[in-house]
């Protein structure tokens, strides 16, 4: 079945560690996102990408950073230089960046401890 | 003032109520989305528009575009039903409202 795949579901870090979270897509999509999600505020568009090789920042960048090497893989990498990593982060992809209809991985629960 | 705004912030229902949650939106957009995040985190689409009407099921979407509203109501809730629903509305860029948390209750 096509989907996304986002992995692991739960991590925690200690403060000043980089983190890691991995999503891969086989839906053949070309645009990929990566959503912040904090209690009581909608989804923030962290990083996104269009195409290969190339991804562009969202509205809270700073503390974060991704690679998009291939089509289907996306991965987010939180950075000790976010000063409060502790979120639920949510991969996503769509055929095109302004009108494709989105999906989502199941999420990445990430706990600074 | 958010850009996009859901009413009400929290519902709940009894079981074969008709559900209507609303969002409001102060940008300019090329489609609106309608999204349910089950209570493990996960988000599923459940309807883009960008004008009328579209139904699945028992689920039915509205736009009205002059107006910058847009409505989803369920018919015939079910407790299955119960989760968070969020509006997002852009071109380029989406923006997110909060969500609206409808409980339905057997």
């Known amino acids: 079945d096509g989907g996304i795949t986002q992995s692991p579901k739960y991590l925690f870090r200690k403060e000043g560690q980089n983190v890691t979270l991995s999503c891969e897509q086989n839906?053949?999509?070309?645009?990929m996102y990566w959503y912040r999600q904090d209690p009581g505020q909608g989804l923030r568009l962290i990083y996104y990408?269009?195409?290969?090789?190339?991804?562009q920042k969202g509205d809270i960048a700073e503390g974060y950073s991704v690679s998009r090497e291939k089509k289907e893989s996306f991965p987010l990498t939180v950075t000790s230089a976010q000063k409060n990593p502790t979120a639920f982060y949510l991969c996503a992809s769509s055929t095109t960046r302004a009108t494709g209809e989105l999906f989502f991985g199941e999420g990445s629960r990430l706990t600074v401890l | 003032k958010n850009e996009v705004e859901q009413s009400p912030q929290n519902l709940t229902a009894q079981e074969g109520e008709f559900i209507t949650i609303n969002c409001s939106y102060s940008v300019g957009i090329s489609a609106l989305h309608w999204l349910q995040q089950h209570p493990g985190g996960g988000i599923v689409s459940l309807f883009m528009l960008s004008s009328g009407k579209k139904k699945h099921g028992r689920l039915i979407a509205t736009i009205n575009i002059q107006e910058k509203h847009s409505s989803l109501h369920i018919t015939a809730s079910h407790p299955r039903d119960s989760a968070v629903y969020i509006c997002a509305v852009g071109s380029e860029k989406l923006v997110f409202g909060k969500g609206t948390k409808l409980t339905v209750n057997p």
């Open positions: 839906l053949n999509h070309d645009a």
């Open positions: 990408s269009q195409i290969v090789n190339d991804f």
